[in-house]
């Protein structure tokens, strides 16, 4: 309800009669007074209907540091930091509804959300009279059913260039790592698997 409607409830409250008629006109102190009254529950009816928004992180504003204290936010395996309103409610939501996997597939489809291409490589014992030269197979035990290979695609290794590098500025060996993405592969992956991260080189 508004200030209007609480001043037209009050109002209509009144005893009947000729005094009390002349009361409710604007100007009369029992109208001031009651005027005053209205505007102050329609500014705890306003406020009440905001706390019912808050209570919903997609329209939170008062109260979305709270919800990003609950969610855990700011993520720590997240270079950027949501910085707009909408970021940061957007980052709330994905992290509430967030739903871990352990798929092959869902891993991909988790480095593509973080704007990465990459082949996860799933290693099988050698087998003799089954395995064949060139495939993902290791030797030794089915233990190596326990490594996954992450390969991730695009130039993120440099190399030094005689004639582009400076000697004593660039490294030998530079190495673009995507943190983000091993942050939060290690943080869903199972207890038992060991991820290794591989990066290609740059083009000449």
């Not at 099988?124 to 064949?132: E, H, Q, T």
Request: a positive charge.
């Amino acid at each position: 309800m508004t200030a209007t409607d609480y001043l037209e409830l009050m109002l209509s409250l009144l005893p009947n009669g000729q005094l009390w008629d002349d009361l409710r006109q604007p100007g009369s102190g029992v109208y001031e007074l009651l005027s005053a009254l209205a505007e102050e529950f329609g500014r705890v009816d306003a406020r009440a209907r905001q706390l019912r928004s808050e209570m919903d992180p997609r329209y939170a504003t008062e109260l979305l540091r709270e919800w990003e204290d609950f969610a855990g936010l700011p993520d720590p395996c997240t270079n950027a930091k949501a910085v707009t309103l909408q970021e940061r409610r957007a980052a709330v939501v994905s992290k509430l509804t967030y739903r871990a996997g352990q798929t092959k597939a869902f891993y991909v489809g988790l480095a593509t959300a973080l704007g990465y291409s990459i082949t996860i490589i799933e290693y099988a014992p050698w087998v003799c009279g089954l395995s064949r030269l060139g495939t993902d197979t290791l030797c030794g035990g089915h233990n190596v059913r326990q490594h996954w290979r992450v390969r991730v695609h695009g130039p993120r290794v440099g190399r030094f260039r005689t004639g582009t590098s400076q000697c004593g500025i660039d490294l030998l060996t530079k190495i673009s790592r995507a943190y983000d993405l091993e942050c939060r592969f290690k943080r869903n992956n199972q207890g038992h698997r060991n991820l290794h991260f591989t990066y290609e080189g740059t083009r000449p």
